[in-house]
């Protein structure tokens, strides 16, 4: 028994232990290594990134990234990054935090169906809905502008522009509204709004299927409870199983963010160049002159930060979340 057994001050493990956590450190070493080229080419001058044999002893500099923040308006993709990031994330737990009350708690035809299947519209990858999404974003552009037979959309777009316009937003001279500005005065034919709205149907499936085995571990006789006092549905839903779920809504919203945040293909399609997010920004790195690597790893470390803040600080979240949506009884 003894010769199974690895002693390390004064703690007994398993050899087995020692492998398995000889393997995790490998793992995370793969896992980690393109992450610290990453950031350590960010901090190289150009002429250092192409040198034929790698450099791992340098003089490091912020040209980079001095660059992309003061003369690749680097804030107005930062502002259109964060405005479909948020309010994806916020219209997919509305819609699918009562998608998943419905399903879990009522009866109706075609729930089993659509419990179900549910993942499977998330399995359908995004480049497969491209074209018609593209379709669909032209046929509304063209519903605003068209005048005859869609005057109350016109009328409604240019009310919005006149209005946005006139705000200080866009009167003022300062650098940070000068940025802001061009974001909002698309009108409601600016794409970011299509990403906002495609991008929540994209989550949808996974949002719902996550929430469902949250509202199944909560005891209904907690809501029968509340009913018996004279709740209505809403007050139900928004004083008995919200508080219940937080950790459930923590890890979709987590995992919606981190989705529209990330995605590339869509956002190229249906964004202009003034309102594009930044994995689209970076891809404009690669010019006629050659490929910026400089630049590009700089704003592939920019946009690393905000993902892995927000997973580091909700890592519990995320944890209790995942394990009490899979446990039953």
Known sequence: MKANYVKVKNIHLKKTDVLHYALLIVMALIVLAPLFILVLTSFKYQVVIMSRKPVWFFSPTLNNYKKIILEENFLRHLFSSVTVGLLSTILTLFVSGWAAYAIARMRFPGRGLMANTTLLVRMVPPAVLAVPIVVMWQAWERALYAGSGHSFLANLNQVYLNWINATTVCTSSSYLMESVCPLLNGGLADGRLG??????????????????????????????????????????????????????????????????????LLALILTSRTSYTLPVKTTLFIRESGVQWGLITAMGTLILIPPMLLTFFAARQIIQGMTAGAVKG
């Open 195 to 264: 990403l906002i709205l495609f991008y929540s149907a994209l989550n949808l499936p996974f949002t719902i299927w996550l929430l469902v085995g949250f509202i199944q571990q909560i005891p209904v006789e907690l809501e029968e409870a509340a009913i018996v006092d004279g709740a209505s549905p809403f007050q139900v839903f928004r004083k008995v199983l919200f508080p219940l779920m937080k950790s459930g809504y923590a890890v979709a919203a987590i995992f919606t963010f981190r989705i529209a945040w990330n995605e590339f």
